[in-house]
Every structure is written in structure tokens, then in C-alpha cells.
């Protein structure tokens, strides 16, 4: 048939085949970027029009031409943005079953008309080109079908086995305005098909083999391109309640969720105005993944946060990403990691009530730079006598003030009432006024006249001062003030190892924070609130006076503060509308305790492994989890096929797999090269460190040689500032990694340094582990020290069969 004949044909007739094909794509994409143009100069036009309604001067016309500003500029946007490959796919249809057609303008058939196939030949009925944005030409017929529209499905999830009305799936491979080459897989191999009176050919090996094996660069491509039929599902997913997703290493979680938050914009960008916040476990990931929305076409209405910046003005030092065994300040960057032990202690469920006994307990704290002031006992002059308050009964009242369920800075308007309370019972003025109205009167003026009084306002202010999270969580850096805040909740060594890990704070909460800090200092700020502030008055403005208007804003206003409108938003948004969280199987139950208070109206996407968790109690996550979803219904996908390691890298991260979770099963890798994983030994009798940062130096630089784009090295996270010195003279395109920091990531090539120190750092270590083996899309190298107890051929004893 014509297109496994074109396929088989010798190479000079292949290549003329490819070259004719490549023109064709060319030409096409050549219309497209024609009508690119006149879109934006539609667009210009709009700006200008809008830009001249200003001067009419009206609230009416500012309005309108803000509104038009807006819009014109976002479209303006989009169309002017670069994109490594704007038209990437193409689909050769069969008829369908009705002639109805989209709002894209494609038909909208499913399945094959009947009769379309007559022994086993075809005729194309359809041509659909796939590309980053929607293109209609100016009769409304699609040049680009938007990856995300209805008409684009089938490019995705067309297969051999269920191919619907697709024939021919073709990727496109561009740069700028260039196609540089095509890859076509057939969904009907039997079927021979003619477009425009000519047969149908097929060009390539086929398009997914293609893509996996591009080099790897530090940033994430997107994988609008090749996305899989199982993937495609949950991209499109509908969105209401919570959207679960699991997958092994490999299986495009991070990139699904990604393009299922470009999807639900493009699907109802109204819904989601109120923005989507997509949860990364490191800052690492976090910039690995940032480009990809913008590749996708979005980037307005998503934030991508690190679990450690998750706060405002909490940014956890070295990353926000890992807690590592060393539990003081890295080396090279200032980063503050906790050790498994602090890390289990911080991250529990446990220290809610640790955490609401200190911000209570630190209202006794001694006010810093506040002028001395006994808290002990309240003295004032009323009715011509004193009134006396001694320290039991201010003990009394405080219980009662915080009987309420306020937070505490809320609480303090509750105490001075309390206190006004009592010091009117002491005078007997109650007893002497017996007439309600003239009681009333009379307490009135009491409460007033207190209230005005100096020395009562700076009684108030030292016995119930306003806390900061900052300041309570420091306080919890006292090892005799946390014993009795965490008493029958911490055990004495966990008092005493949460305590040393503080100690890195200033006594106003500041210094450097790791991840689960972040966390503490959220959950403190639900239990401490924010105090009672004075609204400010808004400065004035001359075209207040002109108009009446007060709240007016122009689209040029806003942005003329050098920070745009989408920053400030997101610096003052704690509640979203979509929440996706990456790798959710490594939040602790504090975690999500903080993740879920930005999601307490939204819809979710979760998407992780059981098999990569690094938190030592999977059971506890598992509750707090269900408590930040709440009792939202749930759609569970299983993404099963690993795009990422050959088969013979997957096969030996099986095997620890195997012991970190026995009865798991790992996904099925979809390709082999024929590379087996290399095994090498440090030199016994070397100098110790010295002689394993030759060795793994020698080993990154044998493996530069091998591939063309990246080398990941993974150690122990206590060696991690070790190996980034060793391996300095190397260039950019290797990089050093601990342990914890390599989840999400992906290097054509992976030096995983000393298995047994990985697997011994923590109680999840055997997964932690399983993780680093899965990084590599080429080749695999495995450095042992004595401590693995490698055998004959090297093999350390973890990976042995």
C-alpha cells in the first residue's frame, strides 16, 4: 500500500518523499503567518481606537477604552509571542458520520461515515493542522486548530486500536517560521487513503520515539506535540470536585497537569478568572517547569508556587524545596534544611496544638523596644478611688478571653472588655446606680474615660500584645518555654530537636527558613489573625473632583506602578479557583493543611506516586489530604507507560522498587536502546572524599562525551555542596543534585553516587532512591563506595537481583 511503501522505500526516493512534504507543511505554515499579520494589525488598530475614546473625558469613555485597552493588548500579546514551534500537527480525516461543524470551524464527527473505507481505500475528507493558538482565515475556515479545542482531541487521542476517523497523525517539527521536519504515525496501516487525487505518504518512524529522544535541556519542553490517548484524558478531564491522578517515574504527571491548567483556561477563562495556583515541591521544579505555560499560550492567570513561597514575605531559603539530613545552613547558597527526625516532628498533624499553646503562651512573652510595664497587676483611678486587678484574677480573665474561638490578636478587643468588666464590678458603681438608663450613662463614661487613659493603653498593649508568626515561632526556639507548650504532645528529644532547629532565627523571626518553617508560620497566621487595622483614606485624585468617580482605574493606571496588575494579585490572593498539586505524595499533613486554605472554593487536580514519597508517614498525609479536599466528589485516573527511561534503566529501578514497596508495580517503559546501565567503583584504599570526587568527576565527564544535552549527579543530600564543587569545571550542562532535590527532573544521562548513602538518610530512603535511578531518558551510570558492598562486576548490593 502507498503509505507503507513510502515508508519502506529506499532512502533517496524517502528523502524526495520528506522534502515534498516538509514544502507542503511549509506552504501552509506560510498562509498562517500571513494571517498572523493582519490579526495584529487588527489588533494595533483596536489599541489605538480604544486609546482615542480617553479623550472624551467621560467616566463612560474611560471605562470603555480600559476594557478595550485590555483586551486588544492581551490578544496583541499572544499573537506577538515567539514560539519554538507554533504549528506542530496535522490530521488526515475520514468522513463522518453528519456534516455539522464546530465554532472552530471543523466538522465535529467522531466516527467514519458509513461506506468511507470500500476495500480498504479511502479518500481524505478533512485536514486539520494543530498548533498553539486558534487561526481562521478571513471566511472563517481554520488555518490552526488551538491544541485545547474539541477538533484537536483525536490528534491525541487517535490510536491503531480506536482511530476513529483519523488516518494519518503527522507532527510538525518547526523554529520560527522554518518547519525543519515531519514524523507521521498511520492509525489505519491497511487503508490506503488519497488526498487531493494522490496517495497518502508516510514520513519518519514515528512521531512519540521522535520526541523522546531529543536532548534534554535545564528547562521543561512542553508535550503539546506528543501527548498520549491516556494522557489526553485527564488533560481534559472535566474539572468540578477533585480531579486524582497517579503515575510512576516517567509518566508525564508534571507535564498533564501543566497543560490541564492551559486547558481549563482555554475551556472556561471566565471560571477561572479568579486564577489557577499550581503546587511544586521545590523551586528547583519550579523554574524547570515555568516556560511551559507561556509555550502553551497562557501565562496570566496561573501561578506556580514552591510549597516554601507559598507565604508572602516567607520565602524559604535555599529553594523551598528539600529537607535534607544536614539541618543547618548549606554551604553555598544559605538554604536551611531540616533532618528526617526535625522534619517528621515539624510536618505532623501533631503540631496544630504545639502551635496554638505557643501563640497563646507568647502572650506572656517581655515586649521587646516596649517601656517597661508590670503585667502582673493593673492599677487605675476611677470614682475618685483605685481599682486594683491582681495577677490571678488577669490570669481569669485571659482564660476567658481565649475561651473564644477568634484567633488571638482578634481576641484582644474581647480582653479589655473583660478588663473594663471587672474593674467595674470592683468600684460597686452597679450597686450605686440603680436606674438601668442612668447605669448605662454612667459606664459608658467609665469605659471612655479608662480607655483614653496612657498608662491603661500601654497595660493592654504589654499583656496582650500583637503577635507575628514570625515572633511566636522564634519564641518556640526556648527549649524550657516549648516543653510546656508541648507538653503530652512532644516527647522530650522532639522538644529539644525542634528547638536547636529555630535557633537559626533572630528573636524577631527572621533568618533563614526551610520549607516546613513555611508551614508553621501559615498555620500561625490562622491562629494568630491579623490585627485590627484603621482604614487608610485613599489619596485623593483630581479626577475625583471632575467626575465623582472614586474607584475609577485606567488600564495604563494600573500598570504605571512598574508592577502589573497580575503581580499585585498575586501577592494579595490566598483563595483560588483551581488548585493543582505536583508530587502531593511528599506534602506532610502541615503541608496540606496550607495548600488547602487556597483551595477552600476551588476545584483541584492532584497528581502524584505513592512509590516517590519521601514523607515517612503515608497514613497521617493521607488524612490531612482528605481534610483539605473535604467531601468533594473524586475522579481517580492511573497513567501507566513511562515515556522517560528505557527499558533497561526501568528494569533496574524495579528492583528497588521492589524492596522500598514490595506488590507495587512500576509503569511499562515504552522504548529500548539497547544500553545497559553502567556500573563503576571507587578505588579501594583511595583518600576518602578525595578519591570519590575523581571518581565521580570521570564518570560526569565520560557520560558529557556520550550524550548531547544533560547530566544529572545525584548524592546524598549531605554531599550535595560537596559535588557541586567537584564538578565545577564541567560546564553548564551537568549539575549537582541531592537526593531530595531531583524529583520532577529528567537529564538524558544520570550519575546516582553511592545507592546505600541515598537509602540510609531517611526511613523513605528505598524510595528516594527508586527516584533518582528513574531521571535519565539516555543512559544510566551507578558509582559505588565499599559502603554498597558492589560484587565482581560492580553491581552494589541494593541492585543486585
Request: charged share 30%; aromatic share 4%.
Amino acid at each position: 500500500m502507498a503509505a507503507q511503501n513510502a515508508t519502506h522505500a529506499p532512502d533517496h526516493l524517502s528523502d524526495s518523499v520528506r522534502d515534498r512534504e516538509i514544502e507542503a507543511e511549509q506552504t501552509h505554515l506560510d498562509s498562517v503567518y500571513r494571517r498572523l499579520e493582519e490579526k495584529i494589525h487588527e489588533a494595533e488598530f483596536l489599541m489605538d481606537d480604544a486609546a482615542k475614546l480617553g479623550q472624551v473625558g467621560t467616566p463612560g469613555a474611560f471605562a470603555e477604552r480600559d476594557a478595550q485597552v485590555f483586551q486588544a493588548g492581551v490578544h496583541l500579546h499572544r499573537l506577538n509571542s515567539e514560539y519554538e514551534d507554533f504549528l506542530f500537527g496535522r490530521i488526515d480525516l475520514l468522513p463522518g458520520k453528519d456534516g455539522k461543524k464546530g465554532p472552530d470551524g471543523a466538522f465535529t464527527s467522531v466516527e467514519p461515515a458509513d461506506g468511507a473505507i470500500d476495500n480498504n481505500r479511502a479518500v481524505i475528507a478533512e485536514t486539520l493542522h494543530i498548533g498553539r493558538l486558534g487561526v481562521l482565515d478571513a471566511d472563517y475556515a481554520p488555518l490552526v486548530i488551538d491544541w485545547r479545542a474539541p477538533a484537536a482531541a483525536p490528534f491525541y487521542r487517535a490510536t491503531p486500536v480506536a482511530p476513529g476517523r483519523v488516518v494519518r497523525r503527522r507532527v510538525i517539527r518547526s523554529k520560527g517560521r522554518r518547519v525543519l521536519g515531519v514524523e507521521d504515525d498511520l492509525m489505519r496501516p491497511e487503508v490506503t487513503a488519497t488526498l487531493d487525487g494522490e496517495e497518502l505518504p508516510a514520513v519518519g518512524d514515528g512521531a512519540l520515539m521522535a520526541a523522546l529522544g531529543r536532548a534534554r535541556s535545564h528547562a521543561m519542553r512542553d508535550i503539546v506535540a506528543s501527548i498520549q490517548a491516556e494522557q489526553d484524558m485527564v488533560i481534559r478531564a472535566p474539572a468540578a470536585s477533585v480531579t486524582e491522578v497517579e503515575g510512576g517515574p516517567g509518566t508525564g504527571k508534571t507535564a498533564v497537569a501543566l497543560h490541564r491548567a492551559a486547558y481549563l483556561l482555554y475551556q472556561d477563562r471566565r471560571r477561572y478568572a479568579g486564577g489557577i495556583l499550581i503546587v511544586s515541591p521545590t523551586l528547583l521544579l519550579v523554574a524547570y517547569t515555568e516556560g511551559v505555560l507561556p509555550s502553551l499560550g497562557e501565562e496570566g492567570q496561573v501561578a506556580i508556587r514552591a510549597l516554601g513561597s507559598l507565604v508572602d514575605g516567607a520565602e524559604a531559603s535555599g529553594g523551598g524545596g528539600p529537607q535534607g539530613p544536614d539541618g543547618g545552613r548549606g554551604a553555598g547558597d544559605g538554604g536551611a534544611y531540616d533532618p528526617p527526625a526535625v522534619s517528621r516532628v515539624k510536618g505532623s498533624a501533631r503540631m496544630q496544638k504545639v502551635l496554638r499553646k505557643a501563640a497563646r503562651g507568647a502572650l506572656d512573652l517581655p515586649q521587646r523596644g516596649a517601656r517597661a510595664v508590670d503585667t502582673t497587676r493593673l492599677r487605675v483611678v476611677a470614682f475618685g478611688g483605685r481599682l486594683e486587678l491582681d495577677a490571678d484574677e488577669l490570669r481569669g480573665i485571659r482564660l476567658a478571653a481565649l475561651g473564644g474561638t477568634a484567633p488571638v490578636n482578634l481576641l484582644r478587643p474581647r480582653a479589655g472588655r473583660l478588663i473594663l468588666d471587672a474593674l467595674w464590678a470592683k468600684s460597686g458603681a452597679a450597686r450605686r446606680y440603680t436606674d438601668p438608663e442612668l447605669a448605662a450613662e454612667v459606664r459608658q463614661g467609665f469605659d471612655e474615660d479608662l480607655r483614653t487613659e496612657t498608662d491603661f493603653q500601654e497595660f493592654l498593649d504589654a499583656w496582650w500584645p500583637e503577635l507575628t508568626p514570625r515572633e511566636v515561632l522564634a519564641a518556640m526556639a526556648d527549649e524550657r518555654l516549648l516543653s510546656r507548650w508541648a507538653r503530652r504532645v512532644l516527647n522530650p528529644r522532639e522538644v529539644r530537636q525542634l528547638a536547636r532547629s529555630l535557633r537559626r532565627l533572630d528573636p524577631t523571626g527572621h533568618g533563614p527558613l526551610s520549607v516546613h518553617d513555611v508551614a508553621l508560620l501559615d498555620e500561625l497566621q490562622q491562629i494568630l489573625g491579623a490585627p485590627m487595622r484603621p482604614a487608610r483614606p485613599r489619596e485623593a485624585d483630581p479626577l475625583d473632583h471632575l467626575t465623582g468617580l472614586e474607584e475609577l482605574t485606567t488600564f495604563a493606571d494600573r500598570n504605571a506602578s512598574g508592577r502589573s496588575r497580575r503581580e499585585r494579585l498575586e501577592e494579595e490572593r490566598t483563595d483560588y479557583a483551581h488548585v493543582i498539586v505536583d508530587e502531593a505524595q511528599d506534602l506532610t499533613p502541615m503541608q496540606w493543611r496550607m495548600v488547602g486554605r487556597r483551595g477552600r472554593h476551588a476545584t483541584w487536580t492532584v497528581v502524584g506516586d505513592p512509590a516517590q514519597s519521601s514523607w515517612s508517614d503515608p497514613d497521617e498525609a493521607a488524612l490531612a489530604r482528605d481534610e483539605a479536599l473535604g467531601t468533594r466528589p473524586r475522579r481517580r485516573f492511573t497513567l501507566t507507560v513511562n515515556y522517560r527511561n528505557p527499558a533497561e534503566i526501568a528494569e533496574l529501578a524495579a528492583r528497588v522498587l521492589t524492596l522500598a514497596m514490595p506488590g507495587m508495580r512500576s509503569p511499562d517503559a515504552v522504548r529500548s536502546t539497547g544500553l545497559q546501565p553502567r556500573f563503576a567503583v571507587v578505588p579501594e584504599g583511595g583518600a576518602g572524599d578525595e578519591e570519590l570526587a575523581r571518581a565521580t568527576t570521570a564518570e560526569a565527564a565520560r557520560l558529557l562525551d556520550e550524550v548531547d544535552g544533560t547530566v544529572g549527579v545525584v548524592v546524598a543530600m549531605d554531599r550535595r555542596e560537596q559535588a557541586r564543587r567537584w564538578l565545577a569545571g564541567l560546564g553548564d550542562r551537568v549539575v549537582a543534585l541531592g537526593s531530595l532535590e531531583a524529583k520532577g527532573l529528567e537529564y538524558d544521562a544520570t550519575l546516582v553516587v553511592s545507592p546505600a548513602e541515598i537509602a540510609d538518610e531517611s526511613p523513605a530512603g528505598l524510595r528516594v532512591l527508586y527516584v533518582a535511578l528513574t531521571r535519565a531518558t539516555q543512559q544510566l551510570t551507578v558509582l559505588s563506595t565499599g559502603r554498597d558492598e558492589p560484587d565482581a562486576a560492580g553491581v552494589p548490593d541494593l541492585l543486585r537481583d
